[in-house]
Each structure stands twice: as C-alpha cells, then as structure tokens.
C-alpha cells in the first residue's frame, strides 16, 4: 500500500480550487464546455472575441481539431503589453547563469521593449506572419524574447534544445524550411561551454534555406561571421526601434512547432497554434500551481523543450508572473545548486525533473540541508514517472513535509499539463499523477481497444479535443491522423500505460510503444537505430530502453556489426561517439552489446520485447520464443550480455 499525503488545511482553505470546487469545474468543463471556456479564455485578452467554441473530432470522415477559431488575438501582448499599466516594473525574469556570479533582472516593461527591438529585427531580416524562425540558444532571457518576438509578428518559431548535435539542428531546420536562425555564440553548462554558433555553421553547410543568423553574444567566445548572413544582436538592437504593434492573429494561426521523437520514422514537428494554447498553458499554470501575484515560481526545464515552452515561457508570462530563469546545471558549481538559488530569490514555487532529483538524493541529504528553503510552498514534477522513493526524498527532504507535490502528466502534443493533483483539492499518493485536468476525458483500454472500467490498467487514451491540443504534424496531415488516432479508433492515443486505483487516482507506467524517456527527454529507438546503421562498420542495430537508476532509462543497443569486423571496445567507444555526433549527447547508448544476430521471427521481424527483456536482465520468462527464425540467437545474446 502507497502512503497518501492528505490536503494541508492552510490548503484546502486558500487554494484557487479545493475538493469541491475541483469537482464542480470539472463537471461544467465536460457538461456545460461554452460556459467553462467562456470564462477559462477571459484569463486572456482578445482583439476579437470568439463564438465558436470548438470543432473538433478524432474521426476519420470529419477529422479536424479547431477552438475558439473566429477569435484573435496576439500571444505576445497577452504576455506583455497588457501587463505593463499594472506590473510594468515587476520583475519577469531573474536569470541566474550557470556561473552564479552572473545575474540579470528584467521588468515586463524592459522585456516587451526588448522583444519589440527584436521583432523589429526580426522583420528587417526578412520573418513574415507564418514564416519559420528556428531558436537554437541557452537558457538566456533573450530565447524568451525571441520566442516572443516570432510571436508578436506571427512569424512561427521552432526551438530545438541545445544539445542536439549540428546535423539534428540541420534536419529540423529543413523540415520546415526556416530562413532564418536565431542562435548565441555559445552557451555555459557546467562551466563548460557549448559550441552553438559553430554548430549552426556546421548544420548551415547542409541547409541552403538560411538566409540569416541572428547571434547573440553571450559566453565572448570567439565567432565566425558570414559576410551577409549573420548578424550580431547587440548591433541590431541598437538601431531597432521599440515600437512594434503586434500582428492580429487568428485564433488557429500556428504559434510554434516543437520537435519531438515518435515510435517511428524522423522526428515530428508538433505544430501548436494561437488561442487553444494560449488558454491551455494559462489555465493550467494558475490552476497547477495555485500562482498569487507577487510570488516567485521556478521551472527548471530548458526552454527547447515543451516544458520550457509551456512553464518558462508562454504559462508564467501570460499570468505576469515573476519567475527565475537558470543556465546551468543542479550539480554546478555544487550539489547545493538548486536550493541556493531557491534561497537566493526566495522561491515559493519549484518545478523539476526526477532525473535531477535522483541524481541529488544520491549525493545525500546534506546539499539540501544546509540550506533554508523555507520559501518553497509547493513543488512540481514532470517529464518522466517519479519513483516514490524519489517522491519521498522531494517532500521529506526538499520540501520539509510541508510543500505539497503536483506530478504533471502531460506531452509536446498536449501542450501543457493534462493529469496532476492540484495541491489544495487533492490528496497525494507518491507516484500518481491523480485526476485529469479540466476538460480533459481520460479513457483505459487494452490492446483490442476495448473499454476497461474501474480499478484497472492499460493503454492511456483521451477521448475529447481540448484547447492545448496539438493541430497537425508540420507538413503531413496524414501522419498526425496516422499515429494518434489510428491505434484506438476515434480515440487520441497517448502511447503511455497507465493504472487506475480505487480510488480513481491516475498512475502513468510508463511507455508502451518504441519510445523511451531517458534523463526525461524522450527519444525514439528507431532514431538512434538510424544512426548507427549509419555508421559504416554496421550492419544492423535494435535500441531498446533499460531501467537506470538516475535517468530513469538508459540506452541499450544490440549491434551487428558488417561481416569481417571484429568486436572490440574500440568500435564500441566509436559508436556511442558516433551516436554523440548524429543526434547530440543526450542520446548516448550506455550500452553497445554486439549481437551476432538479432532474433527475428520467420517474416524477418525483431521480436523486440525479447530484446528489452535480456536488457532489463530479466530472462527467466522470455514468453513465447517459438515463433522466431532461430531460437539460438536468444541463447547467444543472454551468455554475451556483459
Ligand atoms: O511517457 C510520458 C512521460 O513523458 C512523455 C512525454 O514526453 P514529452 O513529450 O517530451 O513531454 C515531457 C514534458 C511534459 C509522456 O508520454 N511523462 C511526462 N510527464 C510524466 C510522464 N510520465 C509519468 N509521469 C509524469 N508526470
């Protein structure tokens, strides 16, 4: 039995909702959805009001997902102009470097002149409404103001995380056809510097599309120029002007793609639009994390990823917040890190990741003690499950068993958080990701589809539209249809597991499809596969997840190498190097095990399940191993795991 952490009093009595109110808002948002959404899109200023709610439908005849569609409004001056009368001077950013010695603090007057200067610039450099600007920078406050100024002109931005390598960065610019880069001279983690300008130049050999980069100057390292192509910020900025009236968007124009890793195949652009959005991250942020006016929130992710998008950028903004932004690392310049900063700024509100968190709790409790953290009223989790030893140590430890916990459950696809406790109307079980979020109709079913009811587990589905969800894949309609709506007719399969208790609570299991989350970042199988089948002493490759304790999953490649080539820890070392280079570091395999052959079944296909089986070092009941080509394989691949 799981312990359960009832609501504090102090909770329940000033929360923005408590138990009733949860279910009560929960009720309208299913039964009364014109009236919810009138009220949840008033948070947000409209040049035009809508007055159709939505229509939207997960079937193949009429298949379309459309909300508030006949409003408009800018993203940007809702997370800007419109607080400049009231919290003009309040501050929106406390960016700490990933040197602690390095500060700045930026009111919302000083951040919508900037984002002005750079829209401007952005316009001079060619950007129009709906065209692609891809965002390859640190966590800077100036990866705010770009993705604010691609915004206020309506132009479509697309950030890819820093640690993608040169050719990952390369693909993504050209699947959707930027012209323009925005990008620094460098980024510091850990007090070591990222390359990123000379990555851009790298990629740029391969994407003719560029036709200008916007360098920000950040680390003072030394860079390339291109005559005509690239362009120093701080020079633009001095000449822009601050005047920049923002585009009037429709409620459906695209807002931003996101890469992110599927079951199959390249990447998919996740194209998210205007209003749906807007609302959904809005929403959830109030709700989530119970913001009041005048408190600090943290969010620890990097903005090149969703949660930097929904939680760092667009969530906190729109709600005039005042949040901390960080560049570097948890264990840089000590364990400490986290928590000084927390005491630094006074934080009221923290939202991580378990990977971070498990990698502190085995540094051991004194990095955290030896600070106050008084601050901290309320904490978050997102990206990957949180084990409950983790939760544990993040309530005991971190939070003083004072700080309640929101587990968010939510994807790049469904724009911002979908299941999670809210803190003043929920008890929290370790582990759970709980209820879903207003609006949001989760379903469990097994493999045939078919509905399961009450206590049970199985494949996650939601069954309803709702407004943060994802519109398209960029470029291909048909593979948005195709892979979230084909598996479960009707249905938006999330491609995660989960159980439900009796007592109704939510628990997320985990993926069931090729996709694996390490670190929190989710990768594809099939990507890294692509990679070392790339590599020339290659012949084949199958990549499954692992369990690791830190990561939460690690990489764990079988390899067929090419006929004539012998194993040795040589090749090894120059395939996860390889890997390094093809996709970045964070998709390096923790373990290349060569693999004399792969097992297959009679029509040529990987029984992949065998394979995570013999990773996870679990090969006492392999299941049915009848059906393959040559059962011996298996044989092979248990005596050579190391
Ligand atoms: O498997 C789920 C896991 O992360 C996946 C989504 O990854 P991504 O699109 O990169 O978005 C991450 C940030 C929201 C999901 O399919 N996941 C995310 N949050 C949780 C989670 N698994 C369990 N508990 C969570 N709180």
């Given at each position: 039995m799981s312990t359960i952490h009832p609501v504090p009093a102090e909770w329940a009595a000033r929360a923005y909702v408590d138990a009733a109110g949860y279910a009560e808002k929960y009720r309208r948002s299913i039964e009364e959805p014109e009236a919810f959404w009138r009220e949840e899109t008033a948070r947000l200023d409209w040049i035009k009001p809508w007055t159709r709610l939505s229509k939207s439908s997960f079937d193949e005849a009429d298949f379309g997902i459309e909300w508030f569609s006949d409003g408009t409004l800018n993203v940007a001056a809702n997370c800007l102009d419109r607080h400049l009368a009231e919290r003009g001077d309040t501050v929106a950013i406390l960016w700490e470097g990933d040197d602690p010695s390095q500060q700045r603090r930026i009111t919302y007057r000083e951040l919508h002149e900037e984002v002005c200067r750079f829209a401007n610039t952005l316009r001079r450099l060619g950007a129009k409404k709906g065209e692609r600007v891809t965002i390859y920078l640190p966590m800077i406050p100036e990866a705010a103001v770009a993705?604010?100024?691609?915004?206020?002109?309506?132009?479509?931005?697309?950030?890819?995380?820093?640690?993608?390598?040169?050719?990952?960065?390369?693909?993504?610019?050209?699947?959707?056809?930027?012209?323009?880069?925005?990008?620094?001279?460098?980024?510091?983690?850990?007090?070591?510097?990222?390359?990123?300008?000379?990555?851009?130049?790298?990629?740029?050999?391969?994407?003719?599309?560029?036709?200008?980069?916007?360098v920000v100057r950040h680390v003072g390292s030394s860079v390339t120029l291109a005559e005509g192509r690239d362009h120093w910020w701080h020079e633009e900025r001095a000449v822009a002007s601050a005047d920049c009236p923002a585009e009037e968007m429709s409620a459906e124009d695209p807002l931003f793609i996101l890469y992110t890793s599927g079951s199959t195949g390249k990447p998919k652009g996740v194209l998210h639009t205007t209003g749906g959005y807007l609302t959904w991250a809005a929403m959830t942020h109030h709700y989530v994390f119970d913001y009041r006016p005048g408190e600090v929130y943290w969010c620890a992710a990097d903005v090149g990823w969703v949660t930097g998008h929904s939680y760092v950028v667009y969530g906190p903004l729109v709600n005039g917040a005042t949040q901390v932004m960080f560049e570097g690392v948890p264990n840089y310049p000590d364990h400490s890190r986290f928590w000084q900063i927390v005491d630094r700024y006074q934080v009221n509100i923290f939202y991580g990741a378990p990977t971070a968190l498990r990698a502190l709790m085995r540094e051991g409790d004194e990095w955290v003690k030896k600070t106050d953290r008084s601050s901290l009223r309320l904490l978050g989790s997102v990206g990957e499950p949180i084990n409950p030893e983790a939760w544990e140590w993040y309530w005991r430890v971190v939070g003083d068993e004072r700080c309640p916990i929101v587990d968010t459950w939510w994807q790049t696809e469904t724009g911002a958080c979908m299941m999670t406790p809210l803190p003043g109307a929920h008890a929290l079980k370790p582990g759970a990701a709980a209820f879903p979020m207003f609006g949001v109709v989760p379903q469990l079913v097994d493999g045939d589809g078919a509905v399961l009811e009450g206590a049970t587990e199985g494949n996650l589905c939601i069954t309803q539209s709702w407004p943060g969800q994802m519109r398209t894949v960029w470029g291909d309609h048909e593979r948005f249809f195709q892979t979230y709506f084909t598996t479960y007719r009707g249905k938006y399969f999330t491609g995660d597991g989960c159980k439900r208790d009796a007592d109704g609570y939510y628990w997320i299991t985990g993926r069931v499809d090729d996709v694996i989350n390490v670190s929190g970042h989710r990768m594809g199988t099939a990507e890294v596969e692509s990679a070392l089948v790339a590599h020339a002493k290659v012949a084949e490759a199958a990549v499954v997840g692992m369990p690791h304790e830190i990561k939460g999953q690690g990489i764990y490649a079988y390899v067929t190498l090419n006929a004539g080539e012998a194993e040795s820890d040589e090749i090894r070392k120059e395939l996860v190097q390889w890997v390094r280079r093809e996709i970045g570091p964070i998709a390096t395999p923790d373990v290349i095990h060569f693999a004399p052959a792969l097992p297959k079944t009679r029509s040529g296909k990987i029984m992949r399940r065998i394979l995570?089986?013999?990773?996870?070092?679990?090969?006492?009941?392999?299941?049915?191993?009848?059906?393959?080509?040559d059962p011996g394989v298996v044989d092979t691949l248990i005596a050579t795991r190391g």
């Amino acid at each position: 039995m799981s312990t359960i952490h009832p609501v504090p009093a102090e909770w329940a009595a000033r929360a923005y909702v408590d138990a009733a109110g949860y279910a009560e808002k929960y009720r309208r948002s299913i039964e009364e959805p014109e009236a919810f959404w009138r009220e949840e899109t008033a948070r947000l200023d409209w040049i035009k009001p809508w007055t159709r709610l939505s229509k939207s439908s997960f079937d193949e005849a009429d298949f379309g997902i459309e909300w508030f569609s006949d409003g408009t409004l800018n993203v940007a001056a809702n997370c800007l102009d419109r607080h400049l009368a009231e919290r003009g001077d309040t501050v929106a950013i406390l960016w700490e470097g990933d040197d602690p010695s390095q500060q700045r603090r930026i009111t919302y007057r000083e951040l919508h002149e900037e984002v002005c200067r750079f829209a401007n610039t952005l316009r001079r450099l060619g950007a129009k409404k709906g065209e692609r600007v891809t965002i390859y920078l640190p966590m800077i406050p100036e990866a705010a103001v770009a993705m604010l100024a691609c915004a206020r002109i309506g132009a479509i931005h697309s950030v890819v995380f820093g640690g993608f390598s040169p050719e990952a960065l390369a693909g993504r610019i050209q699947d959707c056809d930027s012209k323009i880069v925005v990008t620094a001279d460098g980024g510091m983690r850990g007090g070591k510097t990222v390359p990123l300008k000379a990555n851009v130049d790298e990629a740029l050999n391969h994407c003719t599309s560029v036709n200008a980069v916007l360098v920000v100057r950040h680390v003072g390292s030394s860079v390339t120029l291109a005559e005509g192509r690239d362009h120093w910020w701080h020079e633009e900025r001095a000449v822009a002007s601050a005047d920049c009236p923002a585009e009037e968007m429709s409620a459906e124009d695209p807002l931003f793609i996101l890469y992110t890793s599927g079951s199959t195949g390249k990447p998919k652009g996740v194209l998210h639009t205007t209003g749906g959005y807007l609302t959904w991250a809005a929403m959830t942020h109030h709700y989530v994390f119970d913001y009041r006016p005048g408190e600090v929130y943290w969010c620890a992710a990097d903005v090149g990823w969703v949660t930097g998008h929904s939680y760092v950028v667009y969530g906190p903004l729109v709600n005039g917040a005042t949040q901390v932004m960080f560049e570097g690392v948890p264990n840089y310049p000590d364990h400490s890190r986290f928590w000084q900063i927390v005491d630094r700024y006074q934080v009221n509100i923290f939202y991580g990741a378990p990977t971070a968190l498990r990698a502190l709790m085995r540094e051991g409790d004194e990095w955290v003690k030896k600070t106050d953290r008084s601050s901290l009223r309320l904490l978050g989790s997102v990206g990957e499950p949180i084990n409950p030893e983790a939760w544990e140590w993040y309530w005991r430890v971190v939070g003083d068993e004072r700080c309640p916990i929101v587990d968010t459950w939510w994807q790049t696809e469904t724009g911002a958080c979908m299941m999670t406790p809210l803190p003043g109307a929920h008890a929290l079980k370790p582990g759970a990701a709980a209820f879903p979020m207003f609006g949001v109709v989760p379903q469990l079913v097994d493999g045939d589809g078919a509905v399961l009811e009450g206590a049970t587990e199985g494949n996650l589905c939601i069954t309803q539209s709702w407004p943060g969800q994802m519109r398209t894949v960029w470029g291909d309609h048909e593979r948005f249809f195709q892979t979230y709506f084909t598996t479960y007719r009707g249905k938006y399969f999330t491609g995660d597991g989960c159980k439900r208790d009796a007592d109704g609570y939510y628990w997320i299991t985990g993926r069931v499809d090729d996709v694996i989350n390490v670190s929190g970042h989710r990768m594809g199988t099939a990507e890294v596969e692509s990679a070392l089948v790339a590599h020339a002493k290659v012949a084949e490759a199958a990549v499954v997840g692992m369990p690791h304790e830190i990561k939460g999953q690690g990489i764990y490649a079988y390899v067929t190498l090419n006929a004539g080539e012998a194993e040795s820890d040589e090749i090894r070392k120059e395939l996860v190097q390889w890997v390094r280079r093809e996709i970045g570091p964070i998709a390096t395999p923790d373990v290349i095990h060569f693999a004399p052959a792969l097992p297959k079944t009679r029509s040529g296909k990987i029984m992949r399940r065998i394979l995570r089986k013999i990773a996870e070092n679990d090969t006492s009941n392999l299941g049915d191993t009848s059906t393959l080509a040559d059962p011996g394989v298996v044989d092979t691949l248990i005596a050579t795991r190391g």
